[in-house]
């Protein structure tokens, strides 16, 4: 298939709300990628950030074969094994406890509609009527999800959207100025990934949760992006000293499978009663077999320590490289973001798409790398290589 034909094919048979793909990708191994023409690519972007253990991990691999060769699919009137094992496994590294309780679904979006729901249950004695959440945040593409999402340009076209949620400024005055007891729940996100990877302000989670505790509302926290390790802790909050109500996780869980999952803590775990909520496919036997194989591999191998790893050469290297370009890092472990000093970002990640680098550029002057979890010295020397490249060409084009 080469890429005149399928090209062709795409634009006639895919539905036009995507734009139009760089390559077709063929296979992957580890932290590469190779397409129909036989290019091959470092993969720095990993799925954005769902490819923890890289590309056709044995471990991985495995798991979902023999899975699949047993019980794929049984709906949700019955449980499996790897089901019950996940959840498990979940409640522990979260921190949930005996406590906790965990919801699954398909994807990040479904697992924030779901957060959705239980914010709604906290009504209280019915005062509880406003969902909180970020300005510049990014929670979803579901009509709920984009509620939540304070990007008015990914709103805009679907409005009116769900009523009673309020978007703030990432500040401690504002959060403060907002909070009362007429609030259900916040939505954070640890990180804003989608935003350019930004870094919550100092003090501002442990401040709200200060104040949710105080006015009976729930603190959720959208882990999506941030969760499974890639952040140096299996989530960022555990980084706070912060515990929240309720979070939503997605993308790394099962390293490529679809899977969801919404885990309450402590009191929230009694708002959902049987009959509010469900999925036909969430928490099936094959994406929990995915997601406990992966989370399996992530503690054997201590990719979690990796991570932290990953966070100190990359920013090692991007400094090293002294690039007018490049204004700050931002993130923490494997989920770094370049701020840059022009609105290059998109013709930066062109640039190195070009020389065989996959980043990604969610705003005109923020650089995105999420690398997958087991990267080591042989990647790293050549991200340095491919991303010096990269600037150069945008720099001489400046010229």
Do not use: C
């Not at 077709?24 to 191994?29: A, D, I, N, S, T």
């Not at 496994?89 to 005996?98: C, P, V």
């Not at 009509?143 to 401690?172: C, V």
């Amino acid at each position: 298939m080469d890429t005149e034909n399928w090209r062709e094919r795409y634009s006639k048979a895919m539905m036009g709300s995507l734009g139009s793909p760089l390559v077709m990708l063929e296979r992957g191994e580890g932290a590469h990628v190779w397409d129909v023409d036989g290019n091959r690519y470092l993969d720095f972007l990993a799925g954005i950030a769902v490819n923890a253990l890289g590309h056709a991990h044995p471990v991985l691999v495995e798991a979902v074969s023999r899975q699949v060769a047993t019980l794929a699919h049984v709906s949700n009137y019955f449980a499996s094994p790897p089901q019950l094992e996940l959840a498990e496994r979940l409640r522990r590294i979260t921190g949930a406890g005996d406590a906790g309780r965990v919801f699954f679904a398909n994807s990040g979006a479904e697992a924030i509609e779901a957060a959705i729901k239980l914010a709604r249950l906290n009504r209280g004695d019915g005062r509880r009527t406003r969902i909180l959440s970020l300005i510049n945040s990014f929670h979803g593409r579901t009509m709920g999800s984009l509620s939540l999402t304070g990007k008015i340009a990914l709103r805009r076209d679907f409005e009116p959207l769900l009523p009673g949620i309020e978007h703030i400024d990432t500040t401690i005055a504002a959060l403060e100025a907002a909070m009362d007891d007429t609030v259900a729940a916040i939505f954070i996100e640890p990180i804003k990934g989608e935003a350019g990877v930004l870094d919550l302000p100092e003090g501002f989670l442990q401040r709200a949760r200060e104040l949710a505790t105080e006015n009976g509302a729930l603190l959720i926290l959208d882990e999506i992006q941030t969760g499974v390790g890639r952040t140096g802790t299996w989530f960022a909050f555990q980084q706070t000293g912060v515990l929240p109500d309720a979070l939503t996780l997605a993308k790394g869980i099962a390293g490529g499978v679809p899977i969801g999952a919404l885990i309450t803590f402590g009191a929230a775990s009694d708002l959902f009663q049987p009959g509010q909520h469900g999925s036909t496919f969430g928490g099936n036997p094959l994406a929990t077999a995915a997601g406990n194989a992966v989370l399996g591999e992530i503690e054997r191998a201590g990719l979690i320590e990796n991570a932290w790893r990953i966070g100190a050469k990359l920013h090692a290297i991007v400094e090293a490289i002294d690039s007018p370009l490049i204004s700050e890092v931002r993130g923490q472990g494997a989920l770094l973001g370049l701020g840059l000093t022009q609105p290059v970002a998109g013709a930066l990640s062109a640039a190195a798409f070009a020389h065989g680098l996959i980043i990604n550029a969610p705003n005109d002057s923020s650089i995105r790398i999420a690398p997958p979890l087991i990267i080591g010295d042989a990647e790293f020397e050549e991200f340095r290589d491919k991303f010096t490249r990269a600037l150069q060409t945008i720099t001489s084009d400046a010229k």
